[in-house]
């Protein structure tokens, strides 16, 4: 008759003796005294004994090392006089051959009435593997421990402060630099510790930020002034990194506080005398414009056309000067929160068609305007006018080569983005996330521009008080694309 596959399965999942010999443990029943009585094929085949050479022949005890039998004598039977079962027993069994393999043992002992062990039942887990991955574990920590030991001896000698955090931002280390600046003498530090040496000032902006960094997993970088152990506050400029593991998940954060005291202090006396130095030149300026205009109606009425040249010169320096001492006043403004702005509702369009006169008279460079129609915010129009005056200024000064200029305006998701595009040799990428910071040029090869790395700064500014955003995309060779967004009205 033919065997049918499916009497086969059933056989192997409920007959009590597959079950028994061939289960995925080893089964071992022994006396009191210690002699094997049964032993399943499983545990057989482990040790290399065939069955008739362990059944009423071998003891418990010659089945397992020394350390076991140790372990057996003094914990296992003593154990199992007292409680039914003895579970999770760990030591090594010995093969036929004298090797050995690392078990776990459970067991239920029998007693009659009299309450005298008759036998035991046991079961033993094959556990190679598991210690196998507990060693791999352990050395995998103690490797990790090693190159953090090798991390910290490092990052005590150098003379930055450092600093590291878990995955979720909570700083886990600081360096001998941070603890003897703050003067937390035993090393010992906490969040609420190092808050608490932030000046105030900053506290909310640094935490905000971090928070921020954390959530989206990117770079941070501010500047902070954090508290001496000497009672005064220094800047620094703190930067973190996340580092990210290889399945592209942040791991921790490692991060620097460096002492920029010196240039905070540099940047404020340079404020300070642009401030003083602005305001003394702009009434002496004002007052010669007006001469020049005087003169230059005398001139022309008398038609000398080399005066006039000349004339035509002075009044390009002047009003190049001008606008210099503009932006330079404005830059003490902004400074000073004193930046006015005069709001109100105006249509795209028609600020688009006006704007950049000086470049459409001069006629060298072509204005593309692209916009969509219909489009109004509410602005300063003086001051958003300044912002695409710049951009289109920097374009001429920077792309000098490319002689058309694209100007566009759209709506995009509630906001009103302005941009102009040109075909320059774009800016390098690591230089990009600085355009907008104060008194920051680019060194452009084989090229000298003057200027005061102030245009764009005022810019942002001037969008940032709008309730906008402001950036620029760029590639080498390419070009760049400047833009600004607004809200719409
Ligand atoms: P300034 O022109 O006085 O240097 P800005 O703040 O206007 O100051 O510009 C900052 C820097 O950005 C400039 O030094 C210049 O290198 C770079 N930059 C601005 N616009 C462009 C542009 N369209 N193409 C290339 N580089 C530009």
Not at 42 to 71: A, F, H, M, P
Not at 377 to 400: C, L, M, S, T, W
């Amino acid at each position: 008759m033919e065997r049918n596959p499916k009497d086969d399965f059933l056989k192997a999942i409920t007959d009590p003796g597959i079950l028994y010999e061939n289960a995925p443990c080893g089964y071992l029943s022994f006396t009191a005294n210690g002699k094997i009585v049964k032993i399943n094929q499983t545990l057989l085949s482990w040790l290399g004994y065939k069955q008739s050479e362990v059944i009423d022949k071998l003891y418990y005890t010659d089945l397992i090392s020394r350390g076991g039998r140790i372990y057996y004598e003094m914990f296992y039977m003593p154990l199992l006089q007292m409680q039914p079962n003895v579970n999770e027993i760990n030591f090594d069994f010995q093969r036929i051959d004298g090797s050995k393999f690392p078990a776990l043992i459970n067991s239920t002992a029998f007693k009659d009435s009299n309450g005298s062990m008759v036998a035991i039942n046991a079961t033993v887990y094959d556990i190679t593997d598991r210690k196998k991955y507990e060693r791999e574990l352990l050395e995998a920590k103690k490797q990790a421990d090693a190159e953090r030991n090798k991390f910290e001896l490092l990052s005590d000698l150098i003379p930055e402060m450092v600093f590291t955090a878990d995955a979720s931002g909570e700083i886990n280390y600081i360096n001998k630099r941070f603890t003897s600046f703050f003067g937390l003498p035993d090393g010992s530090f906490s969040a609420i510790v190092i808050l608490s040496k932030i000046h105030h000032r900053d506290r909310f902006k640094l935490f905000r930020n971090w928070k921020r960094a954390v959530a989206i997993g990117e770079e941070v970088q501010i500047e902070v002034r954090l508290h001496n152990q000497d009672g005064s506050y220094k800047w620094h400029l703190v930067r973190a990194l996340p580092i990210k593991g290889m399945d592209g998940k942040i791991e921790k954060w490692m991060g620097s506080c460096t002492d920029i005291n010196r240039h905070v202090a540099a940047i404020q006396h340079l404020d300070e005398f642009i401030s003083v130095a602005s305001h003394e030149l702009k009434t002496p300026i004002t007052s010669l414009r007006a001469s020049l205009q005087l003169m230059d109606r005398l001139i022309t009425q008398q038609g000398e056309p080399r005066l006039m040249m000349l004339m035509a010169q002075s009044k390009k320096s002047i009003e190049k000067m001008n606008s210099l001492v503009d932006d330079l006043l404005n830059t003490g403004n902004i400074k000073e929160g004193q930046l006015v702005l005069n709001i109100r509702q105006f249509d795209v369009s028609e600020w688009l068609d006006n704007t950049c006169s000086h470049v459409r008279l001069a006629g060298k460079y072509q204005l593309h305007i692209k916009c969509q129609r219909g489009l109004t915010v509410y602005g300063d129009e003086h001051r958003i006018d300044q912002v695409i005056v710049n951009f289109v200024n920097n374009a001429i000064k920077y792309a000098p080569l490319s002689s058309d200029i694209f100007i566009s305006a759209y709506r995009d998701n509630g906001q009103i983005i302005v941009a102009v595009k040109d075909n320059g040799p774009g800016i390098a990428p690591d230089k990009v996330p600085y355009v907008f910071d104060r008194y920051f040029r680019v060194s452009h090869s084989g090229a000298e521009y003057s200027g005061l790395g102030l245009g764009l700064y005022i810019c942002a500014e001037i969008i940032k008080r709008h309730g906008g955003r402001i950036g620029v995309e760029s590639i080498i060779g390419e070009g760049s694309t400047f833009w600004f967004s607004l809200p719409e009205s």
